[in-house]
């Protein structure tokens, strides 16, 4: 699965990331300024509650983020208190410290105004390892933060199977294709039904950092 096979990919260690997310969320509390965090409401919202500060302010969760978060919970899933925006405990003092996690899709409605018209926001996926996908996303923030394989992970996946022949799908599907043909493995592309909404930017992507042959090693 070649969402980003592509020598750019490279994910930061969760240390790393983490760091990154409290201290842009701590600089914009001490300004007074809420931090929007985008993310998908499934996996990647608890992914983030699970690895910040809560110490540094309440953290918001979208409409669409909490039903989930109940779930985790109930799975045993160690998450920090959330609250709902329309939560009374919440004073305009307290949503301007606020971490608020929500999905892409709330960019740019009426939802968000609630935090301020100086609220900073920011876009956690793998995406973010390209500048120009942040500039087109139009956030002030890109964290590159992905649940899908970067370049080592796949390289190291295949090489780790031994497999002389590997199927690729769906992302980068030629670009890793060919590298893999180019380093001796039968490799071919296997086609699916399902898509990627950022499938724009991982075509603009491809066109400008198509690895060589000489990029790594899956053998």
């Given at each position: 699965e070649s969402t980003f096979g592509l020598p750019i990919y490279r994910w930061p260690?969760?240390?790393?990331?983490?760091?990154?997310i409290n201290t842009w969320w701590?600089?914009?509390?001490?300004?007074?300024?809420?931090s929007v965090l985008l993310c998908y409401a499934f996996g990647k919202a608890q992914r983030i509650l699970h690895g910040v500060d809560a110490s540094?302010?309440?953290i918001v969760v979208h409409g669409a983020v909490e039903p989930l978060n109940a779930v985790y919970r109930a799975a045993?899933?160690?998450?920090?208190?959330?609250?709902?925006?329309?939560?009374?405990?919440?004073?305009?003092?307290?949503?301007?410290?606020?971490?608020?996690?929500?999905?892409?899709?709330?960019?740019?409605?009426?939802?968000?105004?609630?935090?301020?018209a100086?609220?900073?926001d920011a876009f956690a996926s793998g995406w973010m390892q390209v500048r120009g996908t942040r500039r087109r996303r139009g956030v002030d923030r890109g964290f590159v933060m992905s649940d899908h394989a970067d370049w080592p992970g796949l390289m190291s996946a295949i090489k780790?199977?031994?497999a002389e022949q590997v199927?690729?799908?769906?992302?980068?599907?030629?670009?890793?294709?060919?590298?893999?043909?180019?380093n001796g493995l039968d490799a071919q592309p296997f086609d699916t039904e399902y898509g990627d909404e950022d499938v724009a930017d991982q075509a603009?992507?491809?066109?400008k950092a198509a690895p060589d042959a000489s990029e790594g090693d899956a053998q």
């Amino acid at each position: 699965e070649s969402t980003f096979g592509l020598p750019i990919y490279r994910w930061p260690t969760q240390a790393v990331l983490f760091d990154e997310i409290n201290t842009w969320w701590r600089s914009n509390a001490a300004e007074g300024r809420a931090s929007v965090l985008l993310c998908y409401a499934f996996g990647k919202a608890q992914r983030i509650l699970h690895g910040v500060d809560a110490s540094i302010g309440p953290i918001v969760v979208h409409g669409a983020v909490e039903p989930l978060n109940a779930v985790y919970r109930a799975a045993g899933v160690d998450l920090p208190p959330t609250f709902r925006v329309t939560d009374t405990a919440l004073d305009k003092a307290a949503l301007k410290r606020a971490l608020v996690l929500a999905p892409p899709s709330a960019q740019g409605t009426p939802w968000m105004k609630r935090f301020g018209a100086d609220a900073v926001d920011a876009f956690a996926s793998g995406w973010m390892q390209v500048r120009g996908t942040r500039r087109r996303r139009g956030v002030d923030r890109g964290f590159v933060m992905s649940d899908h394989a970067d370049w080592p992970g796949l390289m190291s996946a295949i090489k780790g199977t031994g497999a002389e022949q590997v199927r690729v799908t769906h992302g980068s599907v030629p670009v890793l294709v060919r590298w893999l043909t180019e380093n001796g493995l039968d490799a071919q592309p296997f086609d699916t039904e399902y898509g990627d909404e950022d499938v724009a930017d991982q075509a603009t992507t491809e066109a400008k950092a198509a690895p060589d042959a000489s990029e790594g090693d899956a053998q």
